[in-house]
């Protein structure tokens, strides 16, 4: 026991454990690049034609009284089901109204279209959020003015980022709300809609039919006793879904059920927990203050397209992609979601934006249980290995531990890091190599480029242009109610942007189109008095025309 005792971490592991603590952003170099000098004339040269209001039928609740029992009901219930999960909202008021967008002009990138993507977790701080991004004088009184004092650089950067969500011309959004009690019933895409002047296509994910939501289960009151919801049965609707806004025309919009679906929502949460899944549900409130509740749905992951009306644009047209993949899953579960999607717009000719809450982690978040942690561990290769090295090469214990460390050191906030299948795995480098190798019927590509010139905190590494890089890994757009520095910080919000090879004359090295100056903004979510979101909102801007000023 002494001999083990004695022994010590070699150089490289050392290293290793240190670089999970780093995880900070380089000093953003190229902020001024994103800074708007002025605006052009409103747009006006739109085709028309579009569709004013297209809506849907909401179930009633006894309706969704009876999915609790059967989430498959057949019959004229079955059918209305479909058709809400499979028909996107789509609202075009905001250019009936009058309102026309405007191009920002930046000395670097000429006129620019701004896209915006932000998970904001169940819409429980909506009314919040829309009345901060219409008004600069309500998100002045939300800051913490403790932490940022005003007329100090922390309150000048807060109000830059405020001002770049704020502007952006295309707003992805994910877990929007429309008639759930936990957001104040409010129909969160329109309203934020409304706040900022914007047309919106919304699409229905599921349907929150949880029993203790619509009030048929009783829960803990905290203080030994039990209390009951009471649901608004007329304004319960229970939709939770995706939402996109924008300042330009919405030409189409398409939405319906992904066939990948990994995690049933109404078996898989009526189950219930056993002793592994409890002690985990345990162990992560008392650590992170993260509570894990059931949460029975029916329905599942979507595709979610939305043409606009931009010109200029080949085309005419920008075509935005809202994901939003299965969090209880496995990264292979994940990865053939992407390639369902990827199917699904091979043959757009447009500039395409794809982006939103990708759950690009490492772990399956599903319910565990003791048979499901036998059964994955003993079908594991990585266990066989340790165990081949412990008894068959009499390794010490430190040197398979080493192993874990260092793997884990180098997927730290870095899902796109090497995949050694077997000894330094990274599950989640399937996903993205998959979405960095395909190619449209155009021969388009994502765009993957990272440039000192072109990138926020000239970074040059990959995906650098369009999402923002940290010293280790990726700077994170996700944490939890109480992180312990780098832990419980993770990188799961995505923007990739796809030029058409027809709108790139120069060849390969043009930046039309391209995504440019691609940020995190973290301080929003870390500088008010009140937490928005558990997720960060990511910006970037796509020049419309080719860059002359870099």
């Known amino acids: 026991m002494g001999r083990f005792m004695q022994l010590r971490l070699p150089p490289f592991l050392a290293l290793a454990a240190s670089l999970l603590v780093s995880c900070g952003s380089p000093p953003k170099k190229n902020l001024h690049h994103t800074e708007v ?52 909202i789509v609202s075009n008021e905001a250019y009936y109204r009058g309102m026309r967008p405007t191009r920002a002009v930046n000395p670097v990138l000429g006129e620019t279209l701004r896209v915006a993507t932000w998970n904001v977790e169940k819409s429980l701080r909506m009314k919040e959020v829309a009345a901060l991004l219409k008004s600069e004088a309500e998100f002045e009184r939300l800051m913490d003015s403790k932490a940022a004092p005003k007329g100090s650089e ?24 429309i008639g759930i009690s936990r957001s104040g019933y409010r129909d969160a895409a329109r309203e934020l809609a409304l706040a900022l ?73 009526k189950a219930g927990t056993d002793l592994a899944e409890g002690a985990r549900r345990i162990a992560t409130e008392i ?32 075509t935005v992609v809202n994901n939003h993949l299965e969090i209880k899953a496995r990264p292979r579960d994940r990865e053939a979601q992407m390639a369902e999607i990827l199917s699904y717009i091979r ?14 982690a490492h772990a399956d978040l599903s319910p565990t249980s003791v048979t499901r942690i036998f059964s994955r561990t003993t079908s594991n290769p990585q266990t066989w290995l340790g165990l081949g090295m412990d008894v068959l090469m009499a ?11 260092l793997n884990t050191a180098k997927n730290f906030h870095s899902p796109m890091a090497l995949h050694i299948p077997v000894v330094l795995p990274n599950k989640t480098r399937g996903l993205f190599a998959r979405i960095e190798e395909f190619r449209f019927a155009d021969g388009g590509a994502f765009d993957f480029r990272g440039d000192k010139e072109r990138s926020i905190n000239r970074s040059s590494a990959k995906l650098a242009n369009s999402n923002e890089k940290a010293i280790k890994g990726q700077t994170p757009t996700f944490r939890v109610q109480r992180p312990i520095g780098p832990i419980g910080r993770s990188r799961l919000d995505w923007i990739f942007v796809k030029a058409p090879p027809s709108a790139q004359p120069e060849g390969k090295n043009s930046y039309r189109l391209a995504p440019h100056f691609g940020e995190t903004l973290t301080g929003m979510m870390e500088g008010l008095t009140l937490r928005l979101s ?11 025309q080719e860059p002359s000023g870099i």
């Not at 109000?159 to 704020?166: G, K, P, S």
């Not at 329905?299 to 043409?307: A, M, S, Y």
């Not at 043959?347 to 690009?360: F, K, R, Y």
Request: proline letters at 7%; aromatic letters at 8%; a negative charge.
């Open 37 to 88: 000098s002025s605006k052009s004339a409103s747009v006006s040269q739109f085709a028309g034609g579009y569709t004013r209001f297209q809506g849907t039928q909401f179930l009633s609740f006894a309706e969704l009284k009876e999915l609790v029992k059967n989430p498959q009901p057949g019959g004229e219930l079955e059918t209305k089901v479909q058709r809400l999960l499979n028909r996107p």
């Open 154 to 177: 922390k309150y000048t950067n807060l109000m830059r980022e405020r001002e770049r969500l704020a502007s952006a011309d295309v707003i992805v959004l994910q877990e929007m709300d």
């Open 534 to 544: 558990d997720h960060s909102p990511c910006v970037l801007d796509i020049p419309l």
């Open 197 to 269: 002047g914007m047309n919106y296509a919304y699409a229905p994910q599921q349907l929150e039919i949880d029993p203790v939501l619509l009030g048929l289960e009783s829960i803990p009151d905290g203080r030994g006793g039990e209390v009951r919801h009471q649901p608004d049965e007329a304004r319960y609707k229970g939709v939770f879904g995706l939402a996109i806004l924008s300042r330009y025309p919405i030409k189409s919009a398409q939405s319906f059920q992904l066939k990948a679906q990994p995690y049933d929502w109404h078996s898989g949460e």
């Open 347 to 360: 043959d757009v000719p447009h500039t395409v934006v794809m982006a939103g809450d990708h759950n690009s």
């Open 287 to 318: 650590v992170f203050e993260n509570e894990i509740v059931r949460e029975m749905k029916v329905g599942g992951r979507i595709f979610f397209r939305v043409d606009l009306d931009v010109p200029g644009m080949p085309g005419d047209t920008l």
């Open 395 to 405: 390794a010490p214990a430190a040197v398979n531990s080493g192993r874990v460390i």
